[in-house]
């Protein structure tokens, strides 16, 4: 409908007159606005036309909505390039400013004096000071101002109180070098924009919804954009990545480097306390912990994952307890939770600004590289500010010394003068043999601040003070024209020491990582269960009491085999009319090419017996495929579904003929190549069969599996991606060894989650002998040990029980050798050379080993072997003893201790 086309139906009788008459109070006024071209252009006098009356929009519309879109584009909700404020932000660090005496202040008294300045209103202006407050920058706050946490609200404006942190008072405000404008009602000044000498629109970032567009720009570390702004200050490159303070972790591969087009995904961090609870200690950003557990509790409710329970923790740091239902994984439960919750979120950011007036669609890269320029000119500024007032301080304080010290006071045709103009031109003319010595003209106002000297200050003149003043002043003026000449050096020491004094503050809380994409049918709960009614055709999740196929998901496909050798994929449901004559049914897994079908078909009613092997990975949902040629009166005479490539031999009964030998045969389906699902198959018999059995059950043709670890998502993966482990078969398991000396194994399934400290993972070889240099904090001495590590999903430590004991060196090279480095008071001895082979023999990983030296050690290096081993037998293993020590000082006498050391320093001597 059109602006103009807009009418309202009249209820009343229609008035006498013509057709087409204006409807008005009175002829007067009519004419009043018919006869205004002003008036006219906007609002069209509303006309009666057949029974309706008719309002005319289209000025109203072209006009009034244009200058309301550009307002609230422009003075509402889409920050300044400049200072990366919005105008209520703007107005309220002004007002903080102009009431800054170094105490805090009422809120509600900040609120009401910002009103002065921006007009919409106590609310906004309220929640606007929150916001600045809460995101620990700008505001030194006191009181209770919330929590971005659980998303409490702060306390009233009249509990709450606020001041400017020393950060935005060096930072944000100069009244020399600020555009003023008049504020809303011309009684006060406001900045145009604040000379902000940081890039405070990338480090608070920043959210608003105008009239046809939206500005999303995310905040960045503190740190970091300091960086950012040395690295383009020096024409390097830089890049930068958000961080937010609530934590997590954060995938910037689709960042766009904060164009829109762009998105980043944002993780909650999940640890698990133990097999049975989680622990969610960061959130993503723009989540609250009451909104994180809504989520979590609405996906359960749905049967996406399975918990008994949450507990909100939550104090000044997040803590979310998942409690498991018993007999789930908690690997699974958390790529769960990042599937279907708000543990896993993304955002797409837009960095919209205001830049000449206009709204521009910039990059963070962009952005960061205007305000460093823009922080070099409002250095330079200032520092030409400082030059003209140090010039100005250097030539009065030149002139004075000239007035004073020439005694000009003192003249008689200066004090004999007849009016000011006389005394002004005796002064001029006294001056004129040292105006060549000054850095500027003297004007009338010169002469009268000189003529404004009291006698106090005259008598008081030291000369000698007043020279060592203006050699300050010229030493000054000589730095700033330094700083001048190398803007580009003082900009950066700017960014050096706004990072040195205020960086320690602002660490980095989210992680940066890449993500795996997690597929939800994969992690999804099973809370289904599916049946099947073979004699009415039918399968679902509500036949409670036909025949039980297995469990699933609501979301999980179904794949459907029947003897005639069609098949196709369907959606669970809760009903579905799928035909008789089923042959087999069960949850399809997408892009799986490990599960192979074996299957003999015979082609049409007197054809020919076919075997096949092949893998389905992908389908069209509700689209009917033939794993037979498609012959009319085709059928499936055996069938098998091998989640692991299983290939089983079979017995082959024919249908006795006239002159046939053979009757009975077997086939080992390993002996068939795995084709693809559309390949015809080889032929198994020419001759009818009547029979077909399982003879035996056979093992996996498709060999073990290539496993890698990417370290980059901590995750397995089949694809090639991060570190080769190896081939693994179905009874391997993967040894993951920890910087804390913490190890224990996995199998390879590809939902384990592992830590970030990771040590070494490998493939898992029980033979194995690890060596260990390590500090026995219990001992207080170093000390070498040998062991083999053991099987367990439970966490074992092979440095001992005691926290404070580290780590030195660990390797499985056969005959090892380490360097033993002194320091402190023993640096002066040369390095100890230890043959680990010769050193020790091989215990229990929980032995303590035998001590190295009592002497004080600085590190311990690992040298090249003097030799490799030459078979895969291990040596001969000690049997362990869990408290044994090699070397203990409890069983030596004083006598034994001191000839171990002299022995020391005797090897040493060599």
């Not at 010290?405 to 043999?433: C, G, Q, S, V």
């Not at 020919?608 to 389905?616: C, M, V």
């Not at 002497?855 to 291990?874: C, D, G, H, K, M």
Request: aromatic share 10%.
């Amino acid at each position: 409908m059109k602006p103009e086309d807009i009418t309202e139906q009249e209820d009343n009788k229609e008035p006498e007159g013509t057709d087409s008459q204006p409807v008005a109070d009175n002829i007067q006024e009519t004419e009043k606005i018919e006869n205004n071209p002003e008036t006219h252009s906007e609002y069209k006098v509303p006309t009666k036309t057949e029974g309706r009356i008719t309002y005319h929009l289209s000025g109203m519309y072209q006009d009034w909505f244009l200058d309301y879109a550009s307002y609230v584009i422009l003075e509402r909700a889409v920050p300044h390039i400049n200072d990366g404020l919005k105008p209520v932000q703007r107005r309220i660090l002004h007002s903080m400013k102009r009431l800054d005496d170094g105490r805090y202040n009422k809120v509600a008294n900040i609120v009401g004096h910002t009103m002065q300045f921006h007009p919409h209103g106590d609310a906004s202006i309220g929640d606007a000071l929150v916001q600045l407050g809460q995101k620990d920058l700008l505001i030194d706050c006191q009181g209770n101002w919330g929590n971005i946490l659980t998303g409490d609200g702060a306390a009233a404006p009249r509990y709450i109180e606020a001041r400017l942190s020393k950060f935005a008072l060096e930072t944000v405000f100069n009244p020399k070098t600020t555009t003023w404008q008049l504020s809303y009602d011309g009684r006060n000044r406001e900045p145009v924009t604040l000379p902000i000498k940081f890039p405070l629109l990338l480090a608070q970032g920043v959210e608003g919804i105008a009239v046809g567009l939206s500005s999303k720009i995310l905040p960045h570390n503190f740190n970091e954009l300091l960086d950012a702004s040395i690295a383009y200050l020096n024409g390097e490159e830089f890049t930068l990545y958000p961080d937010f303070q609530t934590g997590g972790y954060v995938d910037v591969s689709k960042y766009n480097d904060g164009e829109r087009g762009g998105s980043v995904k944002i993780r909650a961090k999940i640890n698990k306390l133990d097999n049975k609870t989680l622990v969610i200690s960061e959130i993503p950003y723009g989540r609250t912990t009451s909104s994180l557990i809504e989520s979590i509790l609405k996906a359960n409710d749905k049967g996406k994952i399975k918990i008994k329970k949450v507990d909100d923790n939550t104090a000044q740091s997040a803590e979310i307890l998942v409690h498991l239902a018993p007999g789930v994984s908690s690997d699974k439960t958390i790529d769960a939770l990042y599937a279907f919750t708000d543990c896993e979120i993304s955002i797409s950011p837009n960095c919209c600004v205001i830049k000449d007036d206009k709204p521009h669609f910039l990059t963070v890269s962009d952005v960061l590289r205007h305000s460093t320029d823009n922080t070099l000119t409002l250095l330079r500024t200032e520092l030409e500010i400082q030059k003209a007032e140090q010039e100005e301080a250097l030539f009065f304080a030149s002139l004075e010394r000239i007035f004073i010290e020439e005694r000009i006071y003192k003249d008689k045709e200066f004090e004999n003068a007849k009016d000011m103009d006389e005394a002004i031109a005796h002064i001029d003319l006294r001056l004129e043999p040292f105006k060549p010595k000054l850095n500027r003209e003297v004007t009338r106002d010169d002469i009268l601040k000189l003529m404004e000297i009291k006698m106090g200050r005259i008598l008081k003149f030291n000369s000698d003070k007043c020279d060592a003043i203006i050699a300050q002043i010229k030493k000054e003026i000589e730095q700033i024209n330094h700083h001048l000449n190398n803007i580009v050096a003082y900009t950066i020491d700017w960014f050096s020491m706004l990072k040195e004094k205020y960086g320690k503050n602002y660490p980095r809380m989210t992680e940066v990582r890449s993500f795996d994409t997690i597929e939800a049918t994969k992690v999804v709960e099973a809370n289904e269960k599916l049946y099947i009614n073979r004699a009415e055709g039918f399968i679902g999740t509500g036949l409670k009491k036909d025949e039980f196929v297995c469990n699933c998901s609501d979301i999980d496909d179904i794949i459907l085999f029947y003897r005639n050798g069609t098949y196709k994929v369907v959606k669970v449901c809760d009903k579905m009319f799928i035909g008789k004559d089923i042959l087999f049914v069960n949850v399809f897994k997408r892009n799986d090419n490990r599960t192979i079908y074996n299957v003999v078909y015979r082609d049409g009613k007197a054809g020919y017996n076919y075997i096949k092997r092949f893998a389905i990975t992908g389908v069209t949902r509700d689209k009917e495929y033939d794993i037979t040629k498609g012959t009319e009166g085709s059928r499936i005479l055996y069938f098998s579904a091998n989640p692991n490539g299983e290939a089983e031999t079979i017995k082959v009964i024919l249908k006795p003929k006239p002159r046939q030998k053979v009757l009975v045969f077997e086939k080992d389906f390993s002996e068939i190549v795995i084709k693809g699902r559309g390949s015809m198959g080889n032929i198994l018999t020419k001759a009818d069969i009547h029979k077909i059995s399982l003879k035996q059950k056979g093992s996996s043709t498709l060999g073990g599996r290539q496993v890698w670890f990417d370290r980059d998502i901590l995750r397995l993966n089949y694809d090639g991606r991060g570190e080769e482990l190896g081939e693994f078969q179905s009874d391997d398991l993967i040894l993951v060894i920890l910087q804390n000396g913490d190890f224990y194994t996995t199998n390879f399934d590809l939902s384990n989650h592992y830590e970030n400290d990771i040590l070494a993972i490998e493939k898992f070889d029980a033979n194995k002998i690890w060596t260990a240099a390590l500090y026995d904090a219990d001992q207080k001495y170093p000390y070498l040990k040998r062991f083999q590590l053991e099987a367990g999903s439970r966490k074992q430590n092979f440095l001992g029980d005691n926290p404070k004991s580290r780590l030195f060196i660990l390797t499985d090279e056969a005959y090892p050798r380490i360097e033993v480095v002194f320091g402190g008071n023993d640096a002066f001895r040369g390095s100890l050379v230890v043959d680990a082979e010769e050193f020790i023999a091989v215990k229990g990983f929980k032995a303590k080993g035998k001590r190295i030296t009592t002497y004080e050690v600085e590190t311990i290096n690992e040298l090249e072997p003097s030799r490799f081993a030459t078979s895969s037998q291990p040596s001969d293993i000690v049997e362990e003893n869990d408290n044994e020590e090699e070397n203990e000082d409890d069983d030596k006498s004083s006598s034994d201790i001191i000839d171990e050391i002299t022995g020391q320093m005797n090897l040493f001597d060599k």
